[in-house]
């Protein structure tokens, strides 16, 4: 399938029937058979979760208090990235018909091995996948260091000078800032199970979460001494949170901007704001199904074996109906990134804006 610009968005032809583009992929899906459940599939994996930790605990503790534990920590955030993706396709209701196996499942997955809170993330999950890149909605563009919208550049630039500064290099920030991810993680989980924010299963949440987190470092400080478990530590959430966000980050980052006032039917509110990325089963493997973001925001629940065969119908679906179906090489999806979020730093008008404007006098 041959790369698409996803500054293309306003070649869409007018439709008079748009509202009804998404229904009628919705029947040829159905009809593939794509949404059936893959019990096998995730039988498997769920099983391998306690298996595989398992063993890398016990490797970590026959290893000792040695440097050579640097190495389990790489292994330890890979581990730890993989379950959280298994954790992810629970939540969006990819493994079981039922809502609360699901749910627990994700409870136990997230909470409990990897450590991160299941109320926090579906909070801030599900706003984002109903309005991708949407202006004041998505709080995926909206963070504290990286500016994605010239508004939110030029407030920060305005500030003492080493953050204007860092603000106009945000690009070569950007990379280097996941580092912190995992930890941050953590910590937005910690401070949503506490907070008074309503939260389900509040105390399941506070317990697995309590039990992961004070277990993981109680057995990694009697087993290490403090400079070998402080820099495993280190290594083990640094990685894990560049594995994360390298994995997310292709999906939206420097696609078209919705906004804030603009309505889209949902086929296009979730193609034209979404970025596959070209590769093989490797790749599938080692994103957890997330190089299919199209397929994925348009049909969540989805399992995660069967978005590789829908590609390819949707893509065609969409080549019918005018709509831009974008992907990329991985390591271009990387540049394209960075050239965004650099132009954004710099001051420079969204790159995307003149397009939607478009778009918005024919949807």
């Known amino acids: 399938m041959a790369t ?203 317990a697995f979460i309590m039990v992961r987190i004070v277990g993981y470092l109680t057995l990694v400080f009697l087993v290490l001494s403090p400079g070998v478990a402080f820099a495993f530590l280190g290594v083990q959430l640094g990685l894990f949170g560049v594995y994360m966000g390298m994995s997310f980050a292709p999906n939206h980052k420097g696609m078209p901007l919705v906004p804030a006032g603009m309505k889209i039917d949902f086929l296009r509110r979730q193609v034209l704001m979404s970025r596959n990325i070209r590769g093989g089963r490797v790749l599938d493997t080692v994103m957890g199904g997330l190089n299919y973001q199209i397929e994925h925001h348009l049909f969540p629940s989805m399992p995660r074996p069967h978005l590789r065969a829908a590609s390819g119908i949707i893509a065609e679906y969409c080549r019918e109906r005018g709509v831009t179906y974008t992907q990329t090489g991985l390591f271009q999806s990387y540049g394209i990134v960075v050239r965004y979020i650099n132009r954004v730093g710099l001051g420079e008008r969204d790159p995307f804006e003149c397009p939607l404007l478009q778009v918005r006098q024919t949807v």
């Open 4 to 206: 698409t610009s996803s500054a293309s968005v306003e070649s869409a032809p007018i439709r008079r029937d748009r509202a009804n583009d998404f229904t009628e992929l919705a029947h040829v899906i159905a009809a593939s058979g794509l949404m059936r459940r893959r019990y096998g599939y995730y039988w498997t994996k769920l099983i391998a979760v306690p298996v595989v930790f398992g063993a890398a605990i016990a490797v970590f503790i026959m290893l000792g208090d040695t440097w050579w534990q640097l190495i389990t920590a790489g292994v330890m955030a890979v581990i730890l990235t993989q379950i959280a993706m298994l954790g992810h396709d629970a939540a969006h209701r990819q493994i079981f018909r039922s809502g609360r196996w699901n749910d627990w499942t994700t409870l136990v997955i997230g909470n409990l091995f990897v450590g991160m809170s299941y109320g926090w993330w579906q909070h801030k999950h599900t706003r984002h996948h109903a309005n991708p890149n949407k202006i004041g909605t998505d709080p995926d563009i909206d963070l504290p260091v990286i500016s994605f919208t010239p508004d939110q550049a030029q407030r920060r630039a305005t500030r003492v000078w080493p953050v204007g500064w860092m603000v106009a290099h945000q690009g070569v920030f950007f990379f280097p800032i996941l580092l912190l991810e995992g930890l941050s993680l953590h910590a937005s989980s910690v401070r949503r199970v506490v907070s008074r924010e309503p939260l389900r299963r509040r105390p399941v949440e506070i």
